[in-house]
């Protein structure tokens, strides 16, 4: 194990950065910041979870994070991915921590590992495995002997591998911070006067485990000393930590938010965000974390919720497919830049903050020693104001604060943006040796039916209908419910009601009906008119999961699947049959899952003629070559109803385009004044909630590529078709009001003038080039990247005078 620490620090060394994770760091922290080597350090962080992204995608992620100014990439634990059977630890690809880690130590940067392991993070269970609901007396994230037994053996395991590689701080690695339990403060009275005795345990369990690094909770208001209590949410400038000896830190700044299927796609303006990041800064704040700042991508039966959308794209500086979300990134790069040039001053004192009118304040850090950093914010919401400060005067936007690193110029405000935008884009891949209409470029169609009903030996019959997760241990998505029922035949009603998450019935083998639960409220409830036949008939209720609960106290207990009643309503002498107690037989998951189906190799599939469409419960193959190009690959699923798709074998994820985000409010330029919440800024709305899939390059060869769906409520797999994202359109945008971009920036006021604000454009990859201007304005233009007009004002000399600009570029 020495060996794999020394392969670190001679990379380090390699690279030519600082060896100060070969010799060991010493990790405190006092009232002000967290200490690293007896320095205080105002650090910027950001989420990027492991297996929502692949190896082959991590060194660019994190080099993108670099990039953007994180000092910190921070990561939870998942414990469900790590350990899915009990004592059976799987930490290979996608789940290769040691990997993940030791990658972000090579880029210079530091690690906050958030072990839990109870993780939240819109993961299956909460990231709890599933198993522990099976362990007698259990009672998950309270004071219980079963429960704390598992979780301190699976904190320690963690904590042991990551000391075996030496990767703590302490020993010469990037962990600087960890975390135990998550958000427990948020839901702990529904726990009594165990929530209290249990936070002291896991605070002692977990600072017994000798990391040398400190630990901390977030959303934990009682956390007892050393461990450092820690605020999470859109906003957390008014937040203070439960002691004087403690800093002020940011665990999850929310970047944007998360998607559930039937809901529209929310997005965080990053004038907001970047105000949130200043305003924390400036009282006092030295340490936040952007969750996300790569979000990624859901795969396999990984998302929890439940109906959380296999994008985990979070509108995060990185978007989902790995490529810079412009301006975000490049605001809040140019925002850490800014905090960073205030650094010496705002870790030497506390800071000192007046009022300078109306939601106007001026904070100030200033030393004796001639150190002086200062913000000022305008927190109100409609209008800008002119605010007096030492004597000279400075324009400050509605919700915006401007960093001055010398208490008298502006550097930058967070509502002004320098950084370029972007436009990125899905481009629609059409084959090349498909020539039929559908644009399809997937080729050797075959194809099985998934049996209705019961088809497994292994299906049993218990009276009474069985709560599902605890049917099935969560080994599949799908429990079917049969019975078999003699009646004299005739129309009745078949009523079922369910805790979800959907639900099909299907009687004599015909799809009789179906519902699907929504986000907050899981529960479907069906009535389907149905017509019996004399004699027996089998009514076949399929039931199945997306994801499990995650959030909320006693979060593992919520259930699903058909509760009952189940009845016969209307039948000829207008009486109900309730079926509810009666045998019925149940089967685990689909014949197609016991049969392997999902890697494409069984020698059931065969090529068959015709392909059925719109049929629910049919599996599908075909086979693909790459997409060409290097950009990122999607899988666009218009025509497809709902089911999971294996690309060579591997899980991309459920995928349910017909699931339409319902019609909220949805505007494409969300007013950034004001408090964020995450239902403020949306998009999509009465589209599909997630159409398109991430499929990751390094998941396809060239050419001979399996894909595999299973289909379950009905689709038209002729018309799946790729997409690569690209990025086409970059747009900026500058006034005289703009300060000089952040690198520029001087106290000396000459050279500042001489500077002047500046426009910048550059491709955001090497290989491309500004083929054209398509808009150029000097004046009053209006709108934003991609749909820009001319205002009242403007020149008519601006475009040739930006062609020759670029044509002089181009040359140089
Ligand atoms: C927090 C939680 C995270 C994540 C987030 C929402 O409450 O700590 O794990 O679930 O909400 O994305």
Redesign the pocket.
Known sequence: MRGGNALVCSLLLLLGLTTTFCSGANVTYDHRALVIDGKRRVLVSGSIHYPRSTPEMWPDLIQKSKDGGLDVIETYVFWNLHESVRGKYDFEGRKDLVKFVKLVAEAGLYVHLRIGPY????WNYGGIPLWLHFIPGIVMRTDNEPFKAEMKRFTAKIVDMMKQEKLYASQGGPIILSQIE??YGNIDSAFGNSAKTYINWAASMATSLDTGVPWVM?QQNDAPDPIINTC?GFYCDQFTPNANNKPKMWT?N?SG??VTYGEAVPYRPVEDLAFAVARFYQLGGTFQNY?MYHGGTNFDRTSGGPLATTSYDYDAPIDEYGLIRQPKWGHLKDVHKAVKLCEDAIVATDPKTTSLGSNLEATVYKTESGLCAAFLANFGTQSAATVNFNGNSYQLPAWSVSILPDCKNVVLNTAKINSVATISKFIGQPSKDDTTATGASFSSWSWINEPVGISSNSAFTKPGLLEQINTTADQSDYLWYSISTETKGGDAVLHVDSLGHTLHAFINGQLAGSGIGKSGDTKVSIDVPVSLIAGKNEIDLLSSTVGLQN?GAYYDKKGAGVTGPVQLKGLQNGSIVDLSSQQWTYQIGLRGEELGLSSGTSTLWASQPTLPKNQPLVWYKASFDAPTGSSPVALDFTGMGKGEAWINGQSIGRYWPTNIARNSVCTDSCNYRGSYNSNKCLKNCGKPSQQLYHVPRSWIKPSGNILVLFEQTGGDPTQLTFATREVQNICSRISETHPIPVDMWTSDEESRKRTGPTLSLSCPSENQIISKIKFASFGTPVGTCGSFTHGRCSSGKARSVVEKVQILTDIL
């Open positions: 993780v939240c993070a819109e998550n958000e977030c999470n999850e929310w938010w998360f969750y959030y």
